[in-house]
């Protein structure tokens, strides 16, 4: 392969392993959030989306994201089955050009942890048989051809929301957060509330693990935000300053909310916010400049405080928070966008209503937002219902409170008694 830079290359692979990392981060981080009794069952859902999707995405999934559009910006083709049209090609513009693998590594990274991020809003309950088969279902009919809507840019003839209607997604507001958080919030209805939802205490297990997961996360963030630029460029460090930024702040007006709500800062809060920030940043990172990075980070992180304390007004049980922090911590960075973005800071993107005085590219957010989150809950919803009346989503009652790391995987996270023995 000739004329690959061999810096944005190294740059490209480093932030693939990041964005690889972040899920593994993300099942200690939801694991510490469940009972004890489910430890286990919900880290493997992570590492079943790590190789299902893994496995699919060679196949044919990475083919339908990313391959030649197909027609009105909806899906892409299956030239790249099997991924043998991708040895020895290359992406990107002249002079920064990086090998096709290390793009499809890239973009794998992103399918896994997007997939990974709706076991948290169906915890404690979940048949993890069930589980597999969703994961490969969602990503063949819901993550590929979102994907390919908002990142297959292909000179006009790619994805709709790229290149026909020219909304702005630097990384992910839309493909990961509320593609995730509007997923989250169907599978929470079909499979119902958990035994004893407002009635037991169903507080985190174990805070230095989320604590650890959180931290994961927030280090893996920058490969999926500055990895985005695809290249080891100003544009790159752009984007992971603001992360830095936006998340720094999102921890902090979390903890404010909370204190004000509740009249104590906690350490789960201070996770939370850091990922609600690190949500809201990654569609506009790449797209507004430090000081609107802050301004998205304090306004995320309150806004999907208050967004995770309406599951309880709405009595529905989203477990572990998705649609709070990611839904509406998407939504809120894709309106930033719309809002005050600029093109002192990136020339490929667009002035924001604050900026420009036009509401033309906010509108474009709102519709690339909505028809993601209607898309995106309308099909996985029809999916989980159809698996729970076929083979059953959810476990039988005795399966769930006795706990699912005993009853499906015959281990436990915590064998005290091998301890009480020796």
Known sequence: MSGINTGDTAW?????????????????????????????????????????TTILWVLYAYSLAFGKDTGSGLIGNLDHIGLAKTINQVVGEPGHTIPSLAFVMFQLTFAIITVALLSGAIADRT???????FVAIWITVVYAPVAHWAFASQGGSGGWIVD?????????GTVVEINSGAAALALAIVLGRREGFKRDPMRPHNMPLVLLGAGMLWFGWFGFNAGSALGASGLAATAMINTQIATAGAAMSWLT????QGGKATTLGVASGAIAGAV????????????GALLIGLIGGVVSAWGVSRKYKFNYDDSLDVVGVHGIG?????????LIATTSVNIHGGNGLFISGHASLLVKQLIAALATAAYSFIVTYLIALAIQKTIGFRVNRNLELEGLDTTVHAESAYDINSFTTR
């Not at 964005?19 to 919900?42: C, D, E, H, Q, W």
């Open 12 to 52: 490209v692979l480093m932030s693939g392993a990041l964005v690889l990392f972040m899920t593994p981060g993300l099942a200690i981080f939801y694991g510490g959030m469940v009972r004890a009794k489910s430890t286990l069952n919900m880290m493997m859902m992570s590492f079943a989306a790590i190789g299902v």
């Open 127 to 133: 048949k993890y048989s069930s589980w597999i088969l």
């Open 164 to 172: 026909k209607l020219g909304a702005l997604d630097f990384a992910g």
């Open 257 to 260: 909310y909370e204190r004000y």
């Open 280 to 291: 809201a940043i990654t569609p506009a990172c790449g797209f507004v400049t430090p000081l």
């Open 330 to 338: 998407g939504l809120v960075g894709m309106i930033a966008i719309g």
